[in-house]
């Protein structure tokens, strides 16, 4: 093995090392999904850069928002009238209304059955 092969291949490993460190969870600097955003893209799918702007309109992406008076609540905020439907349609309480992914899920299910953005607020958002 000649000096300068030697060279090349031990640059080569030098430079896969530095690759695989740079692929090592948390080396990227790329910052990890919130579970508001994870929920969003999950339930709306090619909606989802919609249902972010109408999120974020809503709450600020904060999934235990709960508005002044308190009727409405989460990510999404779903209003309080919703409550018994919430249950029927994630199959969880009304408690969970400030879990992101609960919350979106029922905020899908509200979109589909209004056919759009009309029951928030920030509809102008979308």
């Known amino acids: 093995m000649t000096k300068r092969f030697r ?9 896969g090392t530095l690759g695989l ?7 990227s600097g790329a910052v990890p999904r919130s579970p ?15 249902a972010t702007r109408v999120a ?24 309080v009238v ?11 309480p009304w408690s969970a ?6 919350n979106a899920q029922y905020a899908r299910w509200l979109y589909n059955q209004s056919g759009g953005w009309g029951p928030w607020a920030c509809r102008w958002a979308a």
């Open 7 to 15: 060279a090349g291949l031990l640059g080569l490993v030098f430079v």
């Open 21 to 27: 460190a740079a692929c090592a969870p948390g080396a």
């Open 36 to 50: 508001a955003l994870d929920a969003i893209a999950i339930n709306f799918g090619g909606l989802a850069p919609q």
């Open 56 to 79: 974020q309109c809503e709450s600020s992406l904060n999934p235990a928002a709960v508005s002044p008076g308190g009727g409405n609540w989460g990510l999404f905020q779903i209003n």
């Open 82 to 92: 919703h409550a018994g439907e919430f249950q029927a349609v994630t199959g969880r």
């Open 97 to 102: 209304v400030l879990d992101p992914y609960a």
